[in-house]
């Protein structure tokens, strides 16, 4: 019986890769003499190129979902942005609403501003 050059497994004539590692070997004829170890190169690595970015575990939000979000936010600017936050399952959406609600805080802190400042300019004058 011959052995395997990478892993000196025994293997049985007329295989062409090694049982024990998978290495490719030549078929060893039964009337050669057994061969003389001769140098041979380990087989190479194979490495497989890795994803760049992890793939998305979250599903992808249709357009006709996100043209219902945006209605309802619209039509009703608080309470829709409240609805649309318990509602929703994607985070996406979520953090839409949670956005919509910061923008509607920042339009009413700016409008009660622009009140007070034009009640306070009035009185000056």
């Keep these: 019986m011959a ?6 497994a025994q293997i049985a004539p ?3 890769q090694c049982p ?5 070997l030549t078929p060893v004829d039964q009337s050669m003499t057994p061969m003389v ?3 041979v190169m380990p087989p190479q690595p194979i490495y497989t190129q890795q994803p760049m970015y992890p793939a998305a575990t979250e599903p ?7 043209i219902g979000y945006l209605l309802l936010c619209a039509c009703m600017p608080v309470l829709g942005s409240i609805i649309t936050l318990c509602t929703a399952k994607e985070n996406s959406v979520k953090n839409f609403a949670k956005a919509f609600l910061i923008l509607i805080g920042i339009g009413c802190a700016a409008l009660f501003l622009l009140l007070f400042f034009a ?6 004058y």
């Design 3 to 8: 052995s395997c050059p990478y892993c000196t």
């Design 14 to 16: 007329g295989l062409y």
């Design 20 to 24: 024990n590692c998978g290495s490719p």
């Design 37 to 39: 170890a001769q140098p």
């Design 60 to 66: 992808v939000v249709p357009t006709r979902s996100w």
């Design 119 to 124: 009640i306070f300019l009035d009185s000056m």
